[in-house]
């Protein structure tokens, strides 16, 4: 059974810094796309960064440019969000997702998706 699961959420206050980790389970994702995508009450779903199976190209929404990093480690099958400078705008379940096409579907229609980790920003 394949599973994507995020851990590392929780509550900070604006300004702060939290880690996201999504683990994979099931099957090897080194040769897939991953990506990040965000969900708040009452609003769609949100892509919010991308990262090439190798690691060598990333993009990111204007919104969290300069202040999100995401990378990964394909030896754990793990990819890493770092979120620095939170705002309360920021406030959202935070989803992981796989896909093959880095360039296309990985930001609109992923293949795979995990349940999501809470993150929380207090003003």
């Known amino acids: 059974q394949v599973q994507l699961v995020e851990s590392g959420g929780g509550l900070v206050q604006a300004g702060g810094s939290l880690r996201l980790s999504c683990a994979a389970s099931g099957r090897t994702f080194s040769n897939y796309a991953r990506a990040w995508f965000r969900q708040a009450p009452g609003k769609e779903r949100e892509f919010v960064a991308a990262?090439?199976?190798?690691?060598?190209?990333?993009y990111y929404a204007d919104s969290v440019k300069g202040r999100f990093t995401i990378s990964r480690d394909n030896a754990k099958n793990t990819v890493y969000l770092q979120m620095n400078s939170l705002k309360p705008e920021d406030t959202a379940v935070y989803h992981c997702?796989?896909?093959?096409?880095?360039?296309?579907?990985?930001?609109?229609?992923?293949?795979?998706w995990g349940q999501g980790t809470q993150v929380t920003v207090s003003s």
């Open positions: 990262i090439s199976w190798s690691g060598g190209s990333t």
């Open positions: 997702a796989a896909d093959r096409d880095f360039w296309g579907t990985i930001k609109t229609k992923p293949g795979y």
